[in-house]
């Protein structure tokens, strides 16, 4: 019986190239996952009413619509505070998607952590629709600061 010598019969040059393009996949890989916070943006200003066009059926913030809900007691600043809100979710969200995009990876973190607290309000206003976005989103957004943990192990290693 022989056993296998996994990367036998490669010389080094080979190696450290097979490397550097895992590590070119990884960083690929994180930067794609970051675009979804700009995904993420635009439809939040889509459903918002941030756009001239609103569609909120597939599209909600939970967080907002909490505030619609219970904030009759700003009164006729109600509508002022709503698109000052929708404004700074959007604002934070391209921020996030600047900042992963340049391999950090707490980005991801806050995004998850944001949306995975905006699912809870989303359960509770009962928009299951918007729910399954949040789920998509926070998903990618795991797989984008894996990918960059992978990326920070590989170059640990490498070094």
């Not at 809900?69 to 007691?73: A, D, I, L, V």
């Given at each position: 019986m022989q056993t296998l010598n996994v990367g036998a019969g490669r010389t080094?040059?080979?190696?450290?190239?097979?490397?550097?393009?895992r590590r070119a996949d990884?960083?690929?890989?994180?930067r794609s996952a970051a675009d979804f916070f700009f995904w993420a943006a635009g439809l939040?200003?889509?459903?918002?009413?941030?756009?001239?066009?609103?569609?909120?059926?597939?599209?909600s913030i939970g967080a907002l619509d909490l505030l619609g809900?219970?904030?009759?007691?700003l009164g006729p600043l109600s509508p002022f505070a709503l698109r000052i809100a929708a404004a700074m979710w959007v604002v934070v969200l391209l921020g996030l998607?600047?900042?992963?995009?340049n391999g950090h990876r707490w980005a991801?973190?806050?995004?998850?952590?944001?949306?995975?607290?905006?699912?809870?309000?989303?359960?509770?206003?009962f928009s299951f629709l918007a729910f399954a976005v949040h789920a998509v989103?926070?998903?990618?957004?795991?797989?984008?600061q894996k990918a960059l943990k992978n990326l920070n192990e590989a170059h640990i290693q490498s070094v």
């Open positions: 080094d040059t080979e190696y450290n190239e097979a490397e550097e393009q990884l960083r690929a890989e994180s939040a200003a889509l459903g918002t009413g941030l756009l001239p066009v609103r569609l909120n059926i597939l599209v809900f219970y904030g009759s007691p998607g600047f900042a992963g995009r991801f973190l806050a995004g998850m952590v944001l949306y995975g607290a905006d699912m809870i309000a989303l359960v509770v206003t989103f926070i998903f990618k957004w795991f797989q984008g």
